[in-house]
């Protein structure tokens, strides 16, 4: 026996959560974020779990750890100088992309300006066609001509994305090669090797994020082994990935790409096994930490999963727990870009400098600082008291906006914290209407530093039915590591027709899927149980440009029941757009696998009833709804299941604060859950 430990790594906090396995006790604790140091978060967090709460380094039985490091990369454009090169007549490929208006519902948006700018897209020559044969071979002298241009225009890195490398990826291995031999030490990611989708931009966009995070997520990775290592841990960490499971570090150095959601993705394992635990059957998880508010939906208590997520301003073609993520953190920066309008975000004011309110040097207004303005945090200590709010630097940043806004301060503050609410509003909003959902049944689960300042907010307009914050909000990605499941996809891009004749491929993909999914989780990765194993296909209609992920059973494929796997289809396409054609020939674009290997699980613990009505423990001074006004301060250390409360409120504890408007009702209930609803529901 020893102790689980679980650690989130975000733009401002580190998260850790430890669970000792003799007997269920669960331990948390946040330290600031040093991007400037990456690892040296790790050694003072385990220091002091060491310290405070006698968890030994050498005690550590099992250590997972997920990141937001490429992620924030993304969000912020701080990655690295790439070029990318492409079958010649296809250099427009990112700047093309799908053509479409990022945010339909805004009539002012413009599309991104892309991870590698035209001028560092190089065509060489050589064609592979659609059904995989060669029609013309690509010659050295152009892949030299090609690096030379890169280097001379700046780049340090390589993107390798020709046409039909999914169906054939000879071109892309012998340019890989050439590469090599020309410069062997210049970064390449090859995209058939990232992920062999077909499609060109998507194959390409996500080769690009890969490439453009992974010499900053490698770095943290050496830097977070040699930590572990020095600290004297035995357990081998693992890396929770972007599809909610966990894999060795290893494999996430080379596939840094699986890992792009790696952070947000453990706070939805988190809150899955909150809402299977507690028994909420609908939620809209909402995760706000320093850098990025993250989205996802839970039903049951299972996260949706999918490819294409936005990543900042892209979309990643992995397969991954269905997150939105925007660039509206605690940390994110207010300012007044050209035409005097208010904005928020993307830029992140991280844990170095911090918001101003941190008294870390930080000087430029953020959204924490904003809430500090109103009154609604700075009533205690943060982050387990590693920060004294410094309210009056909060004041002097926010002053400075407001005096070229022409507004008053509180108004000031209050617009920066609509104007956050209103951004996630528009991709939550998306995101319900993405999968069909009645948001009307829905409660939002808030977690994150500033998930349960903010989820009230947002949910007023959204119309949810409500918000639930669990009973250490600030920490539930670290606890998302503690419970996450070993969980890898295999993926086989087939372009079928369900048509007689089909039944052997589909077998033979099968089979083959089956023996790299098996020799993953059990001989890489030493797992002993019965594995889980499900199976989907991207399936569509004859004619249609995109497809539908269409969950599968794998004995049709055995039997070869073909009617099987198109009614499935057709029920799913239902669902999902109102209507199937169930004349209509159907095709499978491809199969993936997903392999699970279960792993232990805490018990949540119950809270005592309440013997005596809810007291507040003071009352703040706030600025709520366009007003001053006095608002209940409760701690959450003194509340116990049953106490009931109404709004407006502020609920403080070490990790987190939540605010509770007027027109909302706070119940606690049996595991210490915070369930506030709105009156009338």
């Known amino acids: 026996m020893g102790w689980r430990v679980g650690v989130d790594v975000g733009g401002s906090f580190t998260d850790f959560a430890a669970l000792d396995e003799a007997d269920g006790r669960l331990v948390t604790l946040k330290v600031f974020s040093r991007p400037d140091a990456p690892g040296a978060e790790i050694e003072q967090g385990l220091g002091l779990l060491a310290t405070h709460h006698g968890v030994a380094p050498e005690a550590v039985t099992d250590f997972t750890h997920g990141t937001t490091v490429g992620i924030n990369t993304v969000i912020q454009r701080n990655g690295v100088r790439l070029a990318l090169l492409t079958t010649e007549g296809f250099e427009d490929v990112l700047e093309m992309a799908r053509l479409k ?3 339909y519902h805004n009539l002012y948006a413009r ?3 892309p991870l590698v700018p035209r001028a560092r897209v190089f065509g060489l020559d050589g064609r592979i066609r659609a059904d995989g044969r060669e029609l013309a071979p690509v010659t050295r002298e152009r892949v030299a001509a090609a690096y030379a241009a890169a280097r001379a225009a700046g780049a340090e890195a390589v993107v390798i994305g020709l046409l039909h490398a999914w169906r054939n990826d000879a071109h892309e291995r012998a340019v890989e090669t050439m590469l090599a031999e020309l410069d062997p030490a210049l970064p390449v990611f090859r995209s058939s090797g990232i992920w062999p989708i077909i499609r060109e931009y998507e194959r390409s966009i ?3 994020i890969s490439g453009y995070v992974q010499p900053r997520v490698a770095h943290y990775l050496d830097r977070f082994a040699a930590t572990l290592s020095g600290l004297g841990v035995p357990a081998a960490p693992r890396i929770t990935k972007s599809n909610g499971g966990v894999m060795g570090l290893a494999q996430a150095r080379a596939e840094c790409v699986q890992m792009i959601l790696s952070g947000t993705a453990s706070g939805v394992i988190g809150a899955g096994f909150i809402a299977r635990a507690c028994g909420f059957p609908r939620l809209l998880t909402l995760d706000i930490g320093g850098t990025s508010a993250d989205l996802a939906v839970l039903v049951e208590g299972e996260a949706e999963y999918g490819s294409g997520e936005v990543i900042g301003d892209f979309q990643i073609h992995i397969p991954s727990v269905s997150v939105t993520s925007i660039g509206q953190g605690g ?3 207010a300012w007044v870009d050209d035409f005097g309008v208010l904005q928020v975000g993307p830029r992140s004011a991280g844990s170095t400098p911090g918001p101003a309110c941190y008294g870390k040097g930080g000087t430029e207004p953020t959204i924490t600082d904003a809430v500090a303005v109103l009154g609604l945090i700075g009533h205690s200590d943060l982050g387990y008291s590693a920060v004294r709010l410094d309210v009056a630097a909060a004041r002097a940043a926010v002053a400075r906006l407001a005096a070229r806004l022409g507004t008053g301060l509180e108004e000031t503050a209050a617009s920066i914290l609509e104007l956050s609410v209103s951004a996630m509003y528009a991709d939550a909003s998306g995101l319900i209407s993405r999968f069909g959902l009645d948001a009307r049944a829905f409660r939002m689960l808030a977690f994150g530093g500033a998930g349960p300042m903010l989820a009230c907010f947002l949910a007023r307009e959204l119309n949810l039915a409500g918000v639930v914050v669990p009973p250490t909000p600030g920490v539930l990605s670290a606890l998302g590591g503690l419970v996450a499941d070993l969980r890898n996809d295999v993926i086989r891009t087939l372009w079928l027709g369900l048509e007689p004749g089909a039944e052997a491929a589909l077998r033979e993909a099968l089979v083959a899927m089956q023996r790299e999914a098996h020799a993953w989780l059990v001989e890489e990765q030493g797992f002993g149980g019965t594995p889980v194993i499900s199976l989907s296909a991207e399936m569509r209609y004859r004619g249609q440009s995109f497809e539908v992920e269409t969950p599968l059973e794998p004995g049709w494929i055995e039997a070869g029941d073909l009617a099987a796997l198109r009614e499935a289809f057709h029920a799913r396409h239902e669902r999902l757009h109102g209507h199937a054609d169930r004349e209509g020939a159907v095709q499978i674009v491809s199969l993936r696998l997903v392999v699970t290997g279960e792993t232990p699980k805490p018990v949540l613990p119950r809270l005592a ?8 423990e003071a009352v703040a001074e706030a600025w709520l709804d366009g007003a001053r006004r006095p608002v209940p301060l409760y701690a959450r ?8 409360f109404p709004g407006p409120a502020i ?3 070490p990790d987190s604060t ?7 009702g706070v119940v606690v209930d049996g595991f210490g859950n915070l369930v506030i609803t709105p009156e009338g529901r």
């Open 658 to 664: 939540t605010c509770v408007p007027a027109g909302f």
């Open 111 to 113: 599309r991104p300006d």
């Open 206 to 208: 996500t080769a690009c």
């Open 637 to 644: 250390e003194g509340l116990r299941a049953g106490h009931t």
């Open 609 to 616: 009833e309440a013997a005596a009505p809810a007291r507040a």
């Open 651 to 653: 609920i403080a504890q």
């Open 101 to 103: 208006v990022p945010r």
């Open 331 to 333: 940390g994110s920066i």
